[in-house]
């Protein structure tokens, strides 16, 4: 994959979300991260842009080793093909944010070592053991969230900031 140089490839998965206007992908997105468009053979699973595909298109992108990364969830298919990726990260201003499930994470992680990945939990929660990897070779930065704590999602923003190498504002 051709991913330039200037552009941070971000991950996050984990347990705890928001869907207000401060939740970290969109604060991300606002400073010029992409998120690349996933494909399914089913339904979406997350609020990525989706392209719908034939089983038979994901088998034979497999085949060809066009697939970045996938999960099977309930009987189809769904993940992220490396062109689409790539495009992503060619466009974006600052980089690439890919969301989504630890097994996906993963699979990005291992292909493209300078991933950084951000897994959400909450205090008590145990991290996924696909993550495993990510975390021996420093990739995985795993922020704690207290949902009831005001401002948490500021917080949690301002680490990943912090952690991708972006001065505060």
Known sequence: MNIPHDKKIACITGTVW?????????????????????FTT???????????ISTGSYHQARAQSEVLAYTDYGGFFSGIMKQDFE????????GVLAVG????????ARELPQTV????KDESMELSDHLSDAASTGQLHRI?????????WDNVHEQMRQILG???T
């Open 144 to 152: 704690d969230v207290d949902m009831l704590e005001v401002g948490a």
């Open 101 to 108: 499930f630890p097994e996906v994470v993963a699979q990005i």
């Open 18 to 38: 928001t869907h207000g206007r401060n939740a970290p992908r969109r604060m991300l997105v606002r400073e010029g991260f992409v998120r690349p468009i996933w």
């Open 117 to 120: 990945v951000f897994a959400l």
């Open 87 to 94: 495009d992503a990260a060619i466009g974006a201003r600052r």
């Open 166 to 168: 972006f001065s505060s």
């Open 42 to 52: 089913g339904r979406k699973i997350n609020d990525a842009d989706f392209e719908v």
